[in-house]
């Protein structure tokens, strides 16, 4: 249920959808809807808003912080003594809030938390709208409002078709590596121009983003939060980052932000024990502590939690007109035992490893979002085999639209990094995916996960010599497109970056100067493109109608051969992936129709670095074969990937 509050005064913004408010002294309503974890709008109210109040201009600071002794505001502008700033408690609520006449933007400013114990901390605003640049960690104030969108009619065209039935083609990226000036890091507004053009040329259709929340620490790629409503300044301010989206949207493409509800950074000026007291994590130390990333588990069970969380994924959803985001580490959420050891974990209260209160705060944010925002992207990177992740709540799944198919990933890198001469017996990691690719709705990722750590970058998992390396690449990129499910690659795998993936230097742009790397770059832009152009490759993704299978079988050759389908059945592709170096001639397969098939891409095409062995018009016959009526015999080049059409439909 969407709540509007009548004593305020709307401010509608040019462009943008919602509605926001001038900010004042927390309503009753507002704090009620607070404490039942019902207030999805907290940034409206919590946080430092330039306000016109007692005659005067200002910013309104409000806090919830119920276990402090006192609360004050510290910043350069009363030379961070505080003694003269000291917030005003509401009633019994917990909310603090204090107005400061004269006060400028990027003044900056902390509160000074007086514990019951009489300890003192400094803590940066958690609804703060901008922060300091690393190493400083102080909140900034700073206006959202004025920034003049014109993505009107980007927004339009995505709440007129359904994104199910949309090409999706993700462009994974961490801003800070992408590509740098002087080692430096490009500005959002420099990004905006560079890595837009970059990805719109290069045929992909959206942008996802490694987080972008504010965050202390370059080595934990954003994945460690304190500032969960503010855009790192490590790339400029929040405006900039708004005019970079803005700039996305009227290219034609989306933005998908990366968001970590699950856990958060240890750091003293963040969450962590905000007022004394293990607010933000809960009192169970068991729960609260997550040894395995070093950090505090968010505690679902605190309503005032799931107001704050649900907020935040709506505020970047409506004032920085975000697509969708991608929600981290969900199995971890699910399982009160997710990589933890015997006595590390306790049991829910009927004795289960599920998180009850984490599934129940799930749905709930899906339900939230998607009454708010239809055409949003919900995506939960889960690992395991919980069911219905993508089904509807009121069925008993949990909401989200869409889940990255790890399952699919793992198989078949799994299956690439074989010598070839190994792959046959390994034929079910290849084609198991099919057999439940239509669970769920499914993104198949190969994301920045698995060029770290050992890993070896993506060309570098290939087996073989040089040129085999890429015709492998080649090869699982051309299954990956035609295979049902939206698609993700991270940054630098599009020319075959060697090295793995560092957060500290930008990707080795220079290699593109060599021959093959500029060729499987040619590739994968023309593949992006030739994907869009496909309906068959895309529009039935997560219907059984858009898939069938012609030869499955052919493990021996490590062939398989399989077909994709528009809504138009008239409308399909057929596909035929060769994992072996062997080049075969005369290689017949079934096909639907006794008319002539051209060959509309081939990854073994010279332009791409291949081997040139392609096919013109081919023409079936009637012999039926591959339980089809009609068959074609064909060249097959090695570690390829072929598509045929009809000729003429």
């Given at each position: 249920m969407i709540f509007y509050y009548p004593h305020r005064n709307p401010i509608h913004k040019k462009g943008g959808i919602g509605i926001s408010y001038l900010p004042q002294i927390p309503s009753e309503y507002d704090l009620y809807l607070f404490h039942q974890g019902n207030h999805f709008n907290i940034y409206q109210v919590f946080g430092a808003h330039r306000v016109e109040a007692e005659g005067a201009s200002g910013v309104r600071f409000t806090l919830?912080?119920?276990?402090?002794?006192?609360?004050?505001?510290?910043?350069?502008?009363?030379?961070?003594?505080?003694?003269?700033?000291?917030?005003?408690?509401?009633?019994?609520?917990?909310?603090?809030?204090?107005?400061?006449?004269?006060?400028?933007?990027?003044?900056?400013?902390?509160?000074?938390?007086?514990?019951?114990?009489?300890?003192?901390?400094?803590?940066?605003?958690?609804?703060?709208?901008?922060?300091?640049?690393?190493?400083?960690?102080?909140?900034?104030?700073?206006?959202?409002?004025?920034?003049?969108?014109?993505?009107?009619?980007?927004?339009?065209?995505?709440?007129?078709?359904?994104?199910?039935?949309?090409?999706?083609?993700?462009?994974?990226?961490?801003?800070?590596?992408?590509?740098?000036?002087?080692?430096?890091?490009?500005?959002?507004?420099?990004?905006?121009?560079?890595?837009?053009?970059?990805?719109?040329?290069?045929g992909y259709t959206h942008i996802e983003l490694l987080p972008v929340m504010e965050h202390p620490y370059d080595g934990s790629w954003g994945y460690q939060t304190t500032g969960y409503f503010a855009a790192s300044s490590r790339y400029g301010n929040p405006h900039d980052f708004m005019y970079f989206v803005d700039q996305c949207h009227q290219k034609g493409l989306g933005v998908i932000l990366d968001w970590v509800p699950g856990h958060f950074c240890r750091d003293s000026h963040g969450l962590i024990n905000f007022d004394g007291t293990p607010l933000y994590e809960g009192p169970d130390s068991l729960r609260a502590d997550n040894q395995q990333w070093g950090t505090r588990n968010f505690n679902f069970s605190q309503p005032e939690v799931i107001s704050f969380l649900i907020s935040n994924a709506l505020f970047w959803l409506d004032l920085y007109h975000?697509?969708?985001?991608?929600?981290?580490?969900?199995?971890?959420?699910?399982?009160?035992?997710?990589?933890?050891?015997?006595?590390?974990?306790?049991?829910?209260?009927?004795?289960?490893?599920?998180?009850?209160?984490?599934?129940?705060?799930?749905?709930?944010?899906?339900?939230?979002?998607?009454?708010?925002?239809?055409?949003?992207?919900?995506?939960?990177?889960?690992?395991?085999?919980?069911?219905?992740?993508?089904?509807?709540?009121?069925?008993?799944?949990?909401?989200?639209?869409?889940?990255?198919?790890?399952?699919?990933?793992?198989?078949?890198?799994?299956?690439?990094?074989?010598?070839?001469?190994?792959?046959?017996?390994?034929?079910?990691?290849?084609?198991?995916?099919?057999?439940?690719?239509?669970?769920?709705?499914?993104?198949?990722?190969?994301?920045?996960?698995?060029?770290?750590?050992?890993?070896?970058?993506?060309?570098?998992?290939?087996?073989?010599?040089?040129w085999q390396k890429f015709a492998n690449l080649r090869t699982l990129y051309g299954y990956m497109m035609a295979h049902p499910g939206k698609k993700l690659l991270f940054m630098g795998g599009e020319f075959g970056q060697f090295l793995e993936w560092q957060e500290y230097q930008s990707l080795d742009w220079h290699l593109l100067d060599y021959d093959l790397h500029q060729k499987l770059h040619c590739y994968v832009r023309e593949l992006n493109h030739f994907y869009q152009r496909e309906k068959s490759l895309w529009q039935l993704d997560h219907h059984g109608e858009g898939f069938q299978w012609i030869d499955p079988h052919n493990n021996n050759q490590s062939i398989i051969t399989f077909m994709r389908k528009a809504r138009d059945l008239r409308d399909f592709t057929i596909i035929l992936c060769n994992f072996t170096p062997v080049l075969r001639e005369g290689y017949r397969i079934g096909?639907?129709?006794?008319?002539?098939?051209?060959?509309?891409?081939?990854?073994?095409?010279?332009?791409?670095?291949?081997?040139?062995?392609?096919?013109?018009?081919?023409?079936?016959?009637?012999?039926?074969?591959?339980?089809?009526?009609?068959?074609?015999e064909m060249k097959i080049p090695p570690l390829a990937v072929v598509f045929l059409k009809p000729a003429v439909r």
């Open positions: 919830w912080a119920p276990n402090a002794r006192d609360v004050r505001v510290v910043g350069n502008f009363n030379k961070w003594q505080g003694q003269a700033h000291c917030m005003k408690k509401i009633g019994q609520s917990g909310v603090w809030s204090l107005f400061i006449p004269g006060l400028k933007d990027e003044e900056l400013y902390k509160y000074e938390i007086h514990t019951p114990r009489g300890e003192v901390y400094l803590k940066a605003d958690p609804c703060g709208f901008f922060a300091e640049s690393r190493p400083s960690t102080a909140s900034k104030i700073f206006s959202l409002a004025g920034y003049p969108w014109q993505d009107g009619s980007w927004r339009q065209e995505q709440s007129a078709c359904p994104v199910y039935e949309r090409p999706v083609n993700i462009y994974e990226v961490h801003l800070g590596s992408w590509r740098r000036k002087n080692g430096c890091f490009l500005s959002y507004r420099e990004l905006a121009h560079q890595l837009v053009d970059y990805a719109l040329g290069m975000i697509d969708g985001l991608r929600v981290d580490a969900v199995a971890f959420m699910l399982y009160l035992n997710f990589g933890r050891g015997p006595g590390q974990w306790v049991p829910n209260v009927y004795g289960g490893r599920e998180n009850l209160e984490a599934i129940a705060f799930m749905k709930k944010l899906n339900e939230v979002v998607f009454d708010r925002f239809p055409q949003a992207l919900m995506i939960a990177e889960e690992s395991t085999a919980w069911p219905r992740v993508t089904g509807p709540t009121y069925l008993g799944g949990l909401g989200y639209n869409y889940k990255w198919n790890m399952g699919w990933m793992n198989d078949i890198l799994k299956y690439m990094e074989m010598d070839p001469v190994h792959r046959k017996w390994a034929h079910q990691q290849l084609t198991f995916s099919f057999m439940y690719t239509y669970s769920e709705n499914f993104i198949l990722p190969l994301s920045h996960d698995e060029v770290v750590h050992g890993k070896k970058s993506l060309i570098n998992k290939m087996p073989g010599d040089y096909v639907p129709q006794g008319v002539a098939y051209r060959e509309v891409f081939n990854s073994d095409w010279e332009i791409y670095g291949g081997s040139g062995q392609n096919n013109g018009i081919l023409r079936a016959e009637k012999i039926s074969w591959h339980n089809q009526p009609f068959s074609l």
